[in-house]
């Protein structure tokens, strides 16, 4: 009996290794049939200008990643399989000749909300849809706004080199900054962004104000305790703090001039925290060093970076960054993510979540 116990525990134990044996190959067969199944998408690059290294393994889920310098070596091997187009920082270009060499693009997935460097129709126009990530920069951009607004305000930056200067040995009272607390803001586009501004502001108790397209509704302006202003000149006028929040469109381009400027406090500051193009920047300059408006505070300009001998540059009232409103690790992930499931939908003929339509 013992003899045929241990046959049969023995027989168990092969059955069960071939088993083993045969799901491991299984498992090894569907993983390859999935990697098969895979879309193929063109990228910019990694590092550089291009993608943090932490978030490439998001679109690697779901796709084969090429980068742009590996695709042009051989666009006409590459160029046919690709089916989605993830933007970063304007790059890869949608330029004609580009989607030309794409015929099976479905989606051009673009990170940011903006997309005035992008020619949707034209895009449309060779049956490829295009999409953004609203929501997820809100945050990021409105912290951004209120850190170059305290930052210019309180004179941070002259703080600082002051501090680490090897020939500091005393403070001057150069560095006297103006009070946020209490003081009149205006936000000139009062989307996502600019609420979430006006909440952070309401923390700073200053009275707020804004102008936008469409009036926000009565519960929404008494949650921030916001004033709307139908003539943005009237903002303008009151505000110590101007904060713009638009998108780039026609309307918007120039947006603020000599005319605008010169109507706003001498004691007032501009914060752009949209486009370059949104700000009339000679007119600007003429009003930093003419004393029409105290300062600038600047994540945008036109073109990005600034000509190194642009006087902009060279003008201590004007405080600039190299357009880093979204660049947190948090924020960056949600984008990319974002991307991705636009682009995985796109794909899929499924119903795009963020697809851009100007119509």
């Not at 008494?222 to 110590?240: F, I, R, W």
């Not at 796109?346 to 979540?353: C, Q, Y």
């Amino acid at each position: 009996m013992c003899k045929l116990a241990l046959y049969f525990c023995v027989l168990h134990v092969h059955i069960v290794l071939i088993r083993l044996e045969k799901t491991g190959k299984t498992n090894v067969l569907l993983k390859q049939q999935m990697a098969e199944d895979k879309a193929w998408a063109l990228i910019s690059e990694v590092g550089g200008d291009g993608y943090v290294a932490e978030v490439v393994d998001i679109m690697k889920q779901h796709f084969h990643i090429i980068c742009l310098e590996d695709f042009l070596r051989n666009p006409a091997l590459h160029g046919p399989k690709i089916q989605v187009l993830f933007m970063w920082n304007y790059c890869p270009a949608a330029e004609p000749s580009l989607l030309k060499s794409l015929p099976s693009l479905k989606v051009v997935a673009n990170g940011g909300v903006g997309v005035d460097h992008l020619d949707v129709p034209l895009i449309n126009s060779f049956g490829v849809k295009v999409a953004n990530t609203p929501g997820v920069v809100s945050d990021a951009t409105a912290d951004i706004a209120m850190a170059l607004l305290l930052a210019s305000a309180r004179k941070v930056v002259e703080g600082h080199m002051v501090s680490v200067d090897p020939k500091t040995t005393h403070i001057p009272q150069s560095l006297m900054g103006v009070e946020v607390t209490g003081s009149t803001l205006g936000i000139v586009g009062m989307g996502d962004i600019g609420y979430k501004i006006a909440q952070r502001s309401k923390g700073f108790n200053m009275r707020i104000l804004y102008h936008n397209r469409n009036r926000r509704s009565v519960e929404e302006e008494q949650a921030v305790g916001a004033t709307y202003c139908k003539n943005m000149d009237d903002l303008l006028k009151e505000s110590d703090f101007v904060v713009l929040v638009v998108n780039l469109t026609p309307e918007t381009t120039g947006l603020v001039g000599r005319r605008e400027l010169s109507i706003m406090k001498p004691t007032a500051t501009l914060v752009n925290v949209s486009r370059g193009l949104v700000v009339d920047q000679d007119a600007l300059v003429e009003a930093l060093q003419s004393g029409t408006i105290r300062a600038a505070a600047l994540d945008v300009t036109h073109p990005e970076p600034l000509p190194r001998d642009h006087p902009l540059l060279r003008l201590p009232n004007a405080l600039i960054l190299p357009h880093v409103g979204t660049n947190t690790f948090t924020t960056t992930k949600k984008m990319v993510e974002r991307m991705v499931e636009n682009a995985v939908a796109a794909v899929k003929g499924l119903h795009v979540p963020n697809e851009v339509k100007l119509y």
